[in-house]
């Protein structure tokens, strides 16, 4: 037997390390350590840090594998332990302020446009794929840490507004309307780069 | 006559408006207003590119490194584990 598992079947993939099989756990890890780092690094915004967040996430992952109630995605339920973790690494870093992924926002004054201007057609192609990277990630990194972790899970990962809520334990209003707030912020920062060139910046009514 | 929107009503809307999420009264009573609104029409559109650009972005490979001591990391506690 070549494979252990059906490689497509996540739920019985989850099944088989509830029971105990490693390697059925291991192959979770595989398919999910790389979005769980990124996602720690972007909210972390450091290497050392998302690199715990990823090892204390499956450890405890594979420690309270048997509380995982499978009416989730593994996914889901690996991302809202990491986001803790992440979390609760910011609040150490800034002890004097805390973090939380629900914190009031302010009622709509951050998303008056500063920059209205329309894009090239494709303007990616104007930069090489490592310029790319380096801007999309950039402007996720303007982000606060709540707008960050609601655009990956939402517009990098595909998660839907319902399984981000529940990964991030937030309700679906709030997911949305940090959702919002981010795809405008980060539309407002990749302007400065793909506006088409020649084209004055007009005012806001 | 349905009353038209303001832009702010506009951009609130926009998320789920891009998402398909709303339904045919609204979205008719918003592309209206992107019709008649060019700020909002451009906001809506690198808005658009902006989600469409994100979505085909490479997923982060990860570190050979970082992999290796994850797998160490876990190798030790599965040893512990009864």
């Not at chain 1, 029971?19 to 790389?34: H, M, P, Q, S, V």
């Not at chain 1, 979390?87 to 939380?100: A, I, N, W, Y």
């Not at chain 2, 832009?7 to 609204?26: G, I, P, V």
């Not at chain 2, 700020?39 to 997923?59: E, R, S």
Request: hydrophobic share 35%; net charge negative; glycine share 4%.
């Amino acid at each position: 037997m070549s494979s252990p598992i059906g490689i497509d079947d996540e739920a019985a993939v989850v099944a088989q390390a509830r029971l105990g099989d490693e390697k059925a756990f291991t192959e979770l890890l595989r398919r999910y350590e790389g979005k769980i780092f990124r996602l720690a690094l972007h909210i972390t915004q450091n290497r050392e840090d998302a690199e715990d967040v990823l090892q204390e996430a499956f450890l405890k992952a594979y420690e309270h594998l048997d509380q995982f109630q499978g009416q989730s995605k593994f996914y889901t339920w690996i991302v809202r332990i990491a986001v803790n973790q992440a979390l609760m690494k910011l609040r150490k870093r800034k002890s004097d302020r805390s973090v939380s992924l629900d914190d009031t926002i302010d009622t709509g004054e951050d998303k008056v446009a500063r920059e209205i201007a329309a894009w090239d057609e494709n303007p990616e192609q104007q930069y090489s794929r490592e310029e790319i990277n380096e801007i999309l990630g950039g402007a996720i990194d303007g982000l606060t840490p709540i707008y960050r972790a609601v655009f990956v899970l939402r517009d990098v990962d595909g998660l839907s507004t319902e399984e981000a809520a529940e990964a991030l334990d937030l309700s679906v209003p709030a997911v949305k309307s940090r959702l919002l707030r981010a795809r405008l912020q980060l539309r407002d920062k990749l302007t400065r780069y793909f506006k088409r060139k020649g084209d004055d910046t007009f005012a806001y009514l | 006559m349905t009353p038209l929107l303001t832009c702010k009503q506009f951009l609130d809307e926009l998320s789920d408006y891009l998402d398909e999420k709303t339904d045919e009264a609204l979205r008719n009573k918003l592309e209206q207003h992107i019709n008649d609104c060019p700020n909002c029409w451009v906001i809506c559109d690198t808005t658009k590119k902006t989600i469409q650009i994100y979505k085909g972005m490479d997923p982060y490979p990860i570190p050979p490194e970082i992999h290796t001591r994850l797998m160490t990391a876990l190798e030790h506690k599965m040893a512990r584990k009864p």
